[in-house]
């Protein structure tokens, strides 16, 4: 691991989450300089090593089962030891690690640490300076502060789903998923943001405190116009499919070769679309003139994009569309996008070393920091590869010392 020189160089976070939320939060503090010592279970390490396939290829190059791809997508830029925290002296290894470290981010159900002597409280008392960051399901109060909490759960329970897949009477009708863990991501986002803003108290004030984020209220506050819709309007904007429940023409379109996405969001760029499309009458149209008007006559607008844009392929209607100053794209799959001009040109896919499988390679930090930018300093680790330095540098443990935890299943 190179130096970190980032915006958040010189903290240090203890990472006690697993699955997604929580490691994107804590690797996201540690593409900005943060330094992050991510804890795991002997033996077993974060449940998401384990959720496969597709699995990481070995020295060989053949699938390694137990290596899942989905792990290296959270955890680069930490070290990884091992610590049975249940085990009284294991427990006194990560009190001692916290009263030491700026950050700490836990993502287990509300009261678990607490019953181990590492809950909020405890650690706050413990190091006033701390900013404790809890991840769940739920929160850590009210009703379903108990259950455990998933990224699908928490697209179904807080709104996601109602307003995603096709609508009643459409083939396929019925509620969807987003096919990416929406609501864990939200959770990751606003769980940094919320450490990011209790930093800034401590820098004010000198004093630690307790963060409270949940997946299933960031994926609520997430419903944006469909919860704005509901609660000052009354109206249910349900599912739409591919079409904009406010806008129109703003959705899939077939060309020769395929699909593309045309959004025009308002009456200036529906009138370039017009003209780009040779039909300039449809800004005088009655029945097109105003987004109202279209959105009220979606189906026979859709009729007349679908007729103009034939004749031509993805790659033209794109080119054209974009000169005539008309939001317009095509539907990439992940390979296109590694193939992406501007993908490339922007550095939006990064590769790192890793001892066991080479190059590990990973989507970017999308945050561009001009006077102190993000680095990707080491690969995700493998389960407990750094215990040995961290204990050995942080709390002074000698090489038989760490060897008797070992040998006493404590790391």
């Known amino acids: 691991m190179t130096h970190a020189t980032g915006a958040l160089s010189g903290l240090r976070v203890i990472d006690m989450t697993r699955v997604i939320a929580g490691p994107y939060a804590t690797q996201t503090l540690g593409d900005f300089g943060a330094e992050v010592i991510k804890i795991e279970r002997p033996g077993e390490g974060d449940d998401v090593r384990r959720i496969g396939p597709p699995w990481m290829p070995g020295a060989d190059g053949r699938p390694e089962v137990g290596r899942s791809t989905y792990y290296q997508a959270v955890n680069r830029n930490k070290k990884s030891i091992s610590v ?3 085990e009284p002296e294991g427990c006194a290894l990560l009190q001692q ?13 509300p009261g678990t640490l607490t019953r181990h002597g590492l809950g909020p409280v405890e650690m706050l008392a413990l190091n006033p300076r701390l900013i404790y960051c809890s991840v769940s399901g739920f929160g850590q109060d009210g009703p379903y502060a108990g259950r455990s909490g998933y990224d699908y759960l928490a697209q179904a329970m807080a709104g996601a789903m109602s307003v995603t897949g096709h609508p009643d009477g459409q083939p396929g009708a019925g509620p969807m998923r987003v096919g990416v863990p929406l609501a864990d991501t939200l959770a990751g986002l606003q769980a940094t943001i919320g450490i990011l803003a209790a930093l800034a108290h401590r820098h004010a004030t000198g004093e630690g405190q307790h963060v409270d984020v949940s997946l299933f209220e960031a994926q609520l506050a997430a419903t944006m116009n469909a919860g704005s819709a509901w609660l000052n309007a009354g109206q ?18 077939a060309v020769d070769d395929g699909f593309i996405l045309i959004a025009t969001f308002n009456d200036r760029e529906f009138g370039r679309l017009a003209k780009v499309l040779g039909r300039p009458d449809w800004a005088e149209d009655p029945r097109f003139a105003r987004n109202g008007d279209r959105v009220a006559n ?27 100053t008309v939001s317009c794209g095509p539907i990439n799959t992940l390979a296109d996008l590694e193939a992406d001009p501007h993908v ?16 590990v390679r990973a989507l970017a930090n999308p945050v561009r920091l001009a006077a102190s930018p993000v680095s990707y300093r080491s690969a995700p680790p493998d389960i407990g590869q750094d215990t040995e330095s ?3 540098t942080l709390l002074a443990l000698t090489p038989e010392q760490i060897a008797g935890l070992r040998d006493r299943g404590i790391v």
Do not use: C
């Open 84 to 86: 049975n925290y249940a």
């Open 97 to 109: 690690l916290i009263a030491d470290a700026d950050v700490l981010v836990e993502n287990y159900r």
């Open 236 to 253: 249910d904007l349900g599912r739409t499919g591919n079409d904009h429940p406010s806008a129109a023409p703003y959705g899939v379109f």
């Open 298 to 324: 979606r189906a026979a607008l859709k009729a007349e994009v679908s007729a103009a844009l034939k004749g031509r392929t993805r790659a033209e209607w794109v080119e054209i569309l974009n000169a005539g």
């Open 344 to 359: 490339r040109a922007r550095g939006d896919i990064v590769t790192m070393q890793h001892p066991r499988h080479g190059a």
């Open 390 to 392: 961290v204990l050995g």
